[in-house]
């Protein structure tokens, strides 16, 4: 049975690279209907933290994962690995030195091995010095442990990130040692900017966190990490892990650095949005409307609602709702300078002075019903629409782009329209 796992270090935020590991993990068991489970690395006692522990669990859920069996700590296992780098020593295969324990490494052998990204892999026993095992802290090496543990939890694949390629061959050493077959390790390459440099804040955030706070949908993030690594061969982009789990083959995954483009998630997140149902999106539209100082307490759920329904197609990251939408939630909203020539025009004042009386004797406030007002209007007059829909949408949403005017001014309502026009003609 496939049997993989994901093996965080609590000492820092879940990084993109290291979710994308996890969901590929994920997909690989699921897929072969194994078994995906956590090994928590914290043998680093002085970085690791209980806090960044339940950040990267609680990230891991937010993308849609789960695991099998309890997560295995290192911390709990020092004895083990101790007991187990002396039956090295025992065997003659390792010695003592310092307080330290190290694994002799026998020179002019070849290691070699079938990755299941990169093909054949391998390194000269000359080029790798005497291993540690276990410091003269009494904590075991990343290499030693990870043996050790893999071993004890009957782990099949390894699926990880490019920077682990040199410890493979030192790991297989381990379990050649110890007379074991060692699992298949198949190493993802590094997710890069598109500029080609190493991921940082500059390409959009490093951290799964920086994401959920800008207003990412887990499932588009989780979806562009899966495309960061595999596509399926009918060449669909938009999937969430769940739908991929039938679809993925790992003999078909990228072995060329991936490139992370921001404009590639936020389209897939505008896509997710725009399918989220609003009783979803509401919860994390306040908290974005609270992030940006705009009270979001007392604004009723079906208010939110209908004016969701008219932004949720506008929207690539829900942290741009407030911003877009602000003039549904606050009378002291900023006409935008670009658009201010509209409210200027003389001939645009007296349009908007016309259109409010005439709004203002509106029973049915439908935007079908605002719009023939408008439609009138300018037919009367003989001009275009454009000449009274600009000035009017300055005046009751300060931007001279969003939704459509009438939808806009059927959520606004009768009074709030009417009297943002008076108030943009008469100051
Ligand atoms: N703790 C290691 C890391 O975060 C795990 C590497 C592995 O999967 O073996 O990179």
Redesign the pocket.
């Known amino acids: 049975m496939v049997r993989v796992r994901f093996?965080?270090?609590p000492t820092g935020f879940l990084h993109l690279g290291?979710a994308r590991t996890a969901i590929f993990n994920w997909l690989y068991a699921r897929h072969a209907g194994g078994k995906f489970l956590l090994r928590i690395?914290d043998t680093d006692l002085k970085r690791s933290e209980s806090r960044f522990l339940e950040e990267i669990l609680e990230d891991l859920k937010w993308l849609g994962l789960d695991w099998d069996e309890e997560p295995l700590f290192q911390s709990r296992r020092f004895d083990v690995y101790r007991e187990k780098a002396e039956a090295l020593v025992a065997a003659g295969k390792a010695y003592k030195d310092g307080g330290a324990v190290f694994f002799n490494v026998e020179p002019g052998r070849t290691i070699a091995y079938e990755d299941l990204i990169h093909g054949r892999i391998s390194v000269e026993t000359e080029t790798i010095k005497d291993q540690v095992m276990i410091k003269s802290d009494g904590s075991p090496t990343y290499n030693f442990s990870?043996v050790v543990d893999d071993t004890h939890l009957g782990i099949t694949h390894?699926l990880?990130g490019d920077d682990?390629i040199s410890n493979t061959p030192k790991q297989i050493i381990f379990y050649e040692a110890f007379g074991l077959e060692p699992p298949r390790f198949g190493h993802m390459p590094l997710i890069l900017g598109t500029d080609g440099a190493k991921l940082s804040k500059r390409h959009g955030g490093v951290s799964v966190e920086e994401y959920k706070r800008e207003g990412f949908l887990p499932e588009a993030l989780a979806n562009y990490l899966v495309l960061l690594g595999w596509m399926p061969k009918d060449g669909r982009e938009v999937m969430t892990p769940e739908e991929a789990v039938p679809l993925f083959e790992i003999s078909e995954m990228n072995d060329v650095q991936a490139k992370f483009d921001i404009q590639k998630l936020r389209w897939l997140n505008a896509e997710y949005i725009m399918k989220a149902p609003n009783t979803r999106l509401i919860p994390l539209v306040k908290s974005q409307m609270l992030a940006a100082g705009l009270a979001a307490t007392g604004v009723p759920d079906n208010y939110l609602s209908k004016v969701l329904d008219l932004y949720k197609i506008r929207t690539k990251t829900l942290s741009e709702f407030p911003a877009m939408t602000d003039c549904f939630f606050r009378e002291d909203f900023v006409y935008e300078a670009e658009g201010k020539m509209h409210l200027e025009k003389p001939e645009s004042r007296e349009y908007l002075r016309l259109l409010a009386d005439r709004l203002a004797g509106l029973t049915d406030f439908s935007h079908a019903a605002i719009e023939a007002v408008f439609r009138e209007f300018a037919e009367e007059r003989g001009i275009k629409a454009g000449p009274v829909i600009h000035p009017a949408r300055m005046a009751v949403s300060g931007k001279t782009k969003g939704a459509g005017l009438f939808e806009m001014m059927e959520v606004l309502g009768r009074e709030r329209v009417v009297a943002r026009m008076r108030r943009a003609v008469n100051g």
Request: hydrophobic share 20%; aromatic share 0%; proline share 11%.
């Open positions: 093996a965080p270090s290291s690395e990870c390894i990880r682990h």
